[in-house]
């Protein structure tokens, strides 16, 4: 073996080994993987990713993501040693409290880390989110001679990963998207926690991949550095197809009685085989050894990619030069600003007791948006004619057009979620995406992730209730509201009217996290704001609507969305009988909770128990607004085909329900204070 070639294999030997020990003395994790993975990792960013360690944040760097996020350690091996802001010591903390290395990868924990994986196929499809916002940002700056925009985006994909239905899904948009920068590597390891892939996993897949139109390679030895540094050469060469090389590789490598088999996926070796595999690679007793020739050897990437960022910083200046305008917007853009005057043109909507449906107020909030935030991307899962998401002459992104920014992700809701994280992570863009509301079960996945990595995505969820009406119970959704309020840092928001989508979209632009507009397919009034509060209240949650005499109310209703007018109705007939009735808009609960304390005491006052809740709905965690006295007009059940109208009076969303539920509840709190308790 040359020097160079023993010095590869020794960096390889040490990712392999540094999984071994981090996973041994955590007690937990995924060794196989990275000890099968490690020749290729290595070989991709030795001599391909450009990166810059000292700047993670880099902006035209090459996305690296770990889809198979169980193989976090080989990650973590490799921000060590390529020298990312990770010391050894990190690596020691391999999964604990507190540490820098959790037990899937974290986006930013630690820096670096370009998403969270873990959930299998989301990383997958994150990649063609950072793919797609890569030429949708090259082609809006890019200009001839001056390329600040130019990168690949990688993957290390894993058996679990091609089998999740959202890599098809993502795989088949990719390759017709013919997004060429993509690149990933397939384990190929044959092996699965339960055994071998032959299980329950036997198409050919790369004839699958090749059928989608994908450029597909295969790698025969997973320890062929030549031949993985060749086929990546191949891959990069190809600038219409993505490319999936199969590496074929042995998991567990190394280790003499483990390797092959999925008795090394998912637990330490073992303190008996770590030591069989020490041996076995030629490996000294030390724990967490990293040669002294390895850490020089891979730090190397420190320096040329200061070198590439350098360049590119150089390219940066003179595009500067040469357009200053659009430089400006460019870092604009980057830094997630609004431009001055983004919400300029948002409109404002005169009462009208017809009104509109909020689907469509929201079409036109959104393309008033949009004419002036120029990044604004998203599109619907074939649904905008339904979901009024369509930018107004924006053009579609395609393979022929770049430029475009309606995505069209086709009947694919789940790629769409976690295509909205690639393309939020990849920063300079701000994506939305839209589906019927019923249908966000089918995006769950990447929205949790989204709320748990704080990404700015929109999501414009229409046909929000039973208000669907013909469609029937399968299309109307009732739980979906209280599924998607109890993830934590998702902001949830059912405006009333079309003044209230109005600022509901102001909301979803400004805040920091994803947002979800629940907007309904069919028709309401726009309320007269003459007589009642602005609807710039929304920004706070829930506000006073319409009050009581001398804003003391002895009765509060609290409605959200196309209940709201039903409840100002039932209000009125209410106060026809001399109580002195509070109605409380209340679109977003979480936008709620973040006021201060005085704030929702002056809305909600504890001294007034007599509470109803008014909403379209399973009554799941409304009893937290209306408490133990109070009542929720909700919907415990499925809905039912037939004219909405029909729908909602039968299933008791009448004035008369309201009025009667209110009157009850005062009879209790009556009762309740007349018993001295
Ligand atoms: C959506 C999802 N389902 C299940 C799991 C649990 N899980 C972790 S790895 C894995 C499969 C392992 O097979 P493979 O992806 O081939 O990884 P390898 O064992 O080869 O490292 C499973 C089912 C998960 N992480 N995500
Ligand atoms: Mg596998």
Not at 3 to 31: F, W, Y
Not at 360 to 379: F, H, Y
Not at 410 to 420: C, D, Q, T, W
Request: a neutral charge; hydrophobic letters at 40%.
């Amino acid at each position: 073996m040359s020097g160079e070639k023993n010095l590869d294999q020794l960096c390889i030997n040490t990712i392999r080994m540094l999984a071994v020990d981090a996973v041994e003395k955590a007690k937990s994790g995924h060794p196989g993987m990275p000890m099968g993975m490690a020749p290729a990792a290595y070989v991709l960013w030795k001599d391909f990713l450009r990166h810059s360690p000292a700047n993670p944040a880099w902006p035209d760097r090459d996305r690296f993501v770990l889809s198979a996020g169980h193989g976090a350690m080989l990650l973590y091996a490799l921000l060590h040693l390529t020298g990312y802001d990770l010391p050894l010591e990190e690596l020691r903390k391999f999964r604990q409290w507190g540490s820098r290395t959790p037990g899937h990868p974290e986006a930013g924990h630690p820096a670096g880390v370009e998403t969270s994986t873990g959930p299998l196929g989301q990383g997958f499809a994150n990649g063609v989110g950072m793919a797609i916002a890569e030429r949708f940002l090259a082609e809006r700056f890019n200009r001839p001679g001056h390329e600040i925009v130019g990168h690949h985006t990688y993957a290390i994909v894993s058996d679990g990963d091609l089998m999740e239905g959202v890599s098809h899904e993502a795989a088949s948009l990719a390759a017709h998207l013919k997004l060429g920068r993509l690149i990933y590597l397939y384990d190929d390891n044959h092996i699965t926690i339960e055994g071998k892939t032959d299980l329950a996993f036997t198409e050919d897949r790369l004839a699958r991949f090749a059928a989608y139109g994908w450029h597909v390679q295969q790698v025969a030895d997973g320890n062929d550095l030549a031949a993985i540094a060749a086929a990546i050469r191949a891959a990069q060469a190809e600038a219409e197809r993505p490319s999936l090389i199969a590496v074929r590789t042995v998991i567990g490598y190394g280790s003499p009685n483990k390797a092959g088999s999925s008795k090394s996926h998912g637990e330490p070796l073992g303190p008996e085989e770590a030591k069989a595999t020490r041996r076995n690679l030629g490996w000294p007793d030390e724990e967490f050894h990293v040669p002294a020739e390895v850490a020089g050897h891979c730090r190397r990437a420190l320096e040329r990619g200061r070198e590439i960022e350098a360049d590119w910083g150089r390219r940066l200046a003179a595009y500067g030069r040469a357009f200053p305008e659009l430089a400006g917007e460019y870092r604009q853009w980057l830094a997630g600003e609004l431009p001055a005057g983004w919400d300029r043109e948002l409109p404002v909507f005169p009462a009208d007791p017809k009104g509109d449906a909020t689907r469509n107020s929201s079409g036109a909030a959104l393309n008033a948006i949009a004419r002036k935030v120029p990044n604004l991307i998203g599109g619907s899962a074939d649904l905008a004619p339904s979901t009024k998401t369509l930018l107004k002459d924006a053009g579609d992104f395609q393979a022929g057009s770049r430029g475009g920014r309606n995505l069209r992700f086709g009947v694919r809701e789940h790629a769409m979620g976690a295509i909205l994280n690639g393309l939020a992570l990849h920063g300079g863009v701000r994506p939305y995406g839209a589906t019927f509301m019923v249908f966000c079960d089918y995006m769950r996945p990447p929205m949790r992730l989204a709320a748990m990595m704080g990404l700015k995505v929109v999501y414009v969820l229409t046909h929000d209730s039973i208000g669907v009406g013909e469609d029937g119970p399968s299309h109307q959704p009732v739980e979906q509201l209280a599924a998607m309020r109890v993830i934590p840092g998702l902001t949830v928001i059912r405006p009333a009217d079309a003044n209230e989508t109005v600022e509901a979209w102001r909301a979803a632009m400004e805040i920091q996290g994803p947002v979800v507009l629940a907007l309904t397919r069919q028709s309401l009034p726009t309320l007269d704001r003459g007589k009642l509060a602005p609807a710039a209240g929304l920004a706070k949650g829930a506000y006073v609507l319409s009050d009581a005499p001398g804003g003391r109310p002895e009765l509060i209703l609290i409605a959200s969305g196309s209940e709201v007018a039903l409840t100002l109705e039932a209000a009125e007939k209410l106060r026809a009988r001399k109580l002195a009735v509070r109605v409380v808009s209340m679109p977003s609960w979480e936008l709620f909770e973040a006021q201060p304390e005085a704030y929702r005491e002056a809305v909600l006052p504890a001294g007034v128990p007599a509470r109803v809740s008014v909403e379209a709905g399973v009554t799941v965690g409304w009893h937290k607004y209306v408490g133990s006295l109070g009542a929720a007009v909700g919907l415990d059940r499925f809905g039912q085909s037939g004219p909405y109208k029909t729908v909602f009076e039968k299933l008791g969303f009448t004035v008369e329900n309201v009025a009667a539920a209110a009157l009850e509840v005062r009879e209790r709190v009556k009762a309740h204070a007349k018993s001295g308790k």
